[in-house]
């Protein structure tokens, strides 16, 4: 709780020195000019859930399990909503998502783990490459922006080497999934878990957990293309939705260069983890990359779009909230342990 209480105070202190220079009025008048159509921001959202849904059914198949879209919609959601509220909310979300598959469609916690740490592998490996080629692609644009990017070596140079980390982390994690629980690397990892007699159930879930894996060794190169295109497609709708929102407030930009804003955005916002939301670490990295894209009242503009965008992490965040709550509350699920152990 200190930790988040914090973190939301650093961040809020962030957000009001990034926006000192301001205008309510001119913020206030952008966002009124769009009336109803500041809903459009939504739909990339959707479509990323749907991509995003498809490609892990595509990886429960191989594991012979074949979960209904709207399940995984739904655990997806969820898992955003963790991710959007708790410092470092992605290793609660990703966490949570086994228990929450459990308690839907009584999967056993260590084949929806299995999958869920697939899939996280997947998206390192599809992060990667969407950072890789969104600054190939910023790169061939001549804007005045891209020439003072190309005068600051430390900002492109540390989004490739999160790129090439992303996606080295993501293979590596892959190989040491799929090698099974009888390989020398896995009983090394599983022999790191505590030998006390209360925490023998973590060391059987990893073992049941590394066997699921397993499964993954039939994973065709068709299948496996068709998971990294599906997530690669979800990452570039997220800058869909910065263009389309950029739009929305009048801004005419290439394609091409909102891909490296949302790049670095979602990369410091990732690095920060321990702020909720990234709050602030977003406000300001925004601040400034709109100021270095030229953009006309780059002040207020982005203002507008990250309270655009704030507001559509909070309709997130209520309905993923509101479905963990569904989900928890509908029915009783067996005691953890019990999946962990196979009593």
């Not at 009888?182 to 878990?193: D, F, K, Y």
Request: aromatic share 8%; with cysteine.
């Amino acid at each position: 709780m200190l930790t988040w209480s914090g973190g939301l105070l650093v961040g809020t202190c962030i957000v009001m020195w990034a926006f000192r220079d301001s205008n309510v009025v001119s913020i206030s008048r952008l966002l009124l000019s769009m009336k109803a159509s500041a809903l459009v921001i939504l739909i990339p959202f959707l479509a990323i859930v749907f991509m995003d849904s498809i490609a892990w059914r595509i990886l429960f198949r191989v594991l012979g399990v074949t979960p209904p879209l709207g399940t995984l919609a739904v655990v997806r959601t969820a898992g955003e909503a963790i991710v959007l509220t708790m410092p470092g909310g992605v290793a609660a979300a990703e966490s949570l998502k086994p228990i929450l598959l459990q308690r839907t469609m009584a999967l056993d916690i260590s084949i929806g783990s299995a999958a869920v740490f697939a899939k996280k592998c997947f998206v390192a490996v599809s992060q990667g490459t969407y950072v890789l080629v969104g600054l190939i692609a910023g790169s061939l644009v001549l804007t005045r922006w891209q020439t003072e990017l190309a005068g600051k070596p430390l900002f492109t140079t540390a989004m490739a080497v999160a790129g090439f980390v992303l996606f080295a982390a993501g293979i590596g994690g892959l190989m040491v999934g799929f090698s099974g629980p009888g390989s020398p690397l896995m009983q090394r990892l599983i022999r790191l878990a505590p030998t006390r007699k209360w925490d023998l159930p973590v060391r059987s879930f990893l073992e049941r957990t590394s066997d699921a894996m397993k499964g993954f060794r039939r994973l065709d190169i068709r299948d496996a293309a068709k998971v990294l295109g599906l997530l690669i497609v979800a990452w570039l709708l997220e800058s869909v939705e910065s263009y389309l929102t950029l739009m929305l407030l009048g801004v005419r930009m290439p394609f091409q260069q909102v891909l490296p804003i949302e790049i670095g955005v979602s990369l410091l916002r990732s690095l920060v983890f321990v702020v909720p939301g990234g709050i602030g670490v977003q406000e300001l990295s925004i601040a400034t990359l709109f100021s270095l894209a030229g953009i006309s009242d780059p002040v207020n503009t982005a203002a507008a779009f990250t309270v655009l965008r704030r507001m559509k992490e909070l309709i997130i965040v209520v309905s993923g909230l509101g479905m963990i709550a569904f989900i928890m509350r509908k029915k009783k699920a067996a005691p953890l342990a019990e999946h962990i152990t196979g009593e």
